[in-house]
C-alpha cells in the first residue's frame, strides 16, 4: 500500500530552495547597496512579480534555512525595501546602507530647518529634475505631517524607518 504524504510536507513552489537560487544574488546585492533592476531584461518578469518573488525568495531562505555563500541566517533583510519606479524597473534600496552613504549636508534634510529646499526638492522630482533619492529626517508627528503637506505637487512620501522619510517620484 502506498503511503500518503501530507499536503504540508513540501513547501510552495515559490519558497523553495530552486525558487531562492534565482534572487539569492539580487538579495546579496541588497544587503550591501541600493540599486535598480530592469526586471523584464533580466528575468523576462513584471515588477511587481520580481517584488512578490524577492519576498518569497527572502521567507523561503529565512524558513528552511537554505546555505548561501552570499549571506547568513541573521542577514538584515529588514532594511530591504522595493519599490516599483517604472514599468519596467524596481528600485531595490538598502535603508540603513543608503542613509549611511548620503551626505547629510545634501540629502539626508532635516523637516524642522529645511522647509524652503524640502519644497523645491518636491518640485524638482515631480518634474524629474531630480532622480536621485531624498531622505528627511522628523522628530515629532507635526514635522512629518508638514513635510507630507508642504507642496501641491504629488509624489510619493513614504516612512521607511521612524523618524525617516523617503521622497521620490510615484
Request: charged share 30%; proline share 4%.
Amino acid at each position: 500500500m502506498k503511503s500518503i504524504i501530507p499536503i504540508d510536507a513540501f513547501p510552495r513552489l515559490d519558497l523553495r530552495e530552486k525558487a531562492f537560487r534565482k534572487y539569492e544574488r539580487y538579495i546579496g546585492r541588497a544587503l550591501n547597496e541600493s540599486y535598480k533592476v530592469d526586471t523584464r531584461v533580466e528575468l523576462g518578469i513584471s515588477p511587481q512579480t520580481f517584488i512578490l518573488r524577492f519576498k518569497d525568495a527572502i521567507c523561503g531562505f529565512k524558513r528552511y534555512r537554505y546555505e548561501s555563500i552570499l549571506f547568513k541566517q541573521d542577514a538584515d533583510f529588514d532594511n530591504i525595501k522595493l519599490y516599483q519606479v517604472s514599468i519596467n524597473d524596481v528600485s531595490v534600496v538598502n535603508v540603513k546602507q543608503a542613509y549611511k552613504e548620503q551626505n547629510p549636508a545634501d540629502l539626508v534634510l532635516s523637516a524642522a530647518t529645511d522647509m524652503e529646499k524640502i519644497k523645491s526638492l518636491i518640485e524638482e522630482i515631480f518634474f524629474s529634475r531630480h532622480t536621485d533619492p531624498v531622505y528627511v529626517k522628523y522628530s515629532t508627528e507635526e514635522e512629518r505631517t508638514a513635510v507630507e503637506h508642504c507642496s501641491n505637487f504629488e509624489i510619493d512620501i513614504r516612512v521607511l524607518q521612524p523618524g525617516l522619510l523617503l521622497l521620490r517620484l510615484y
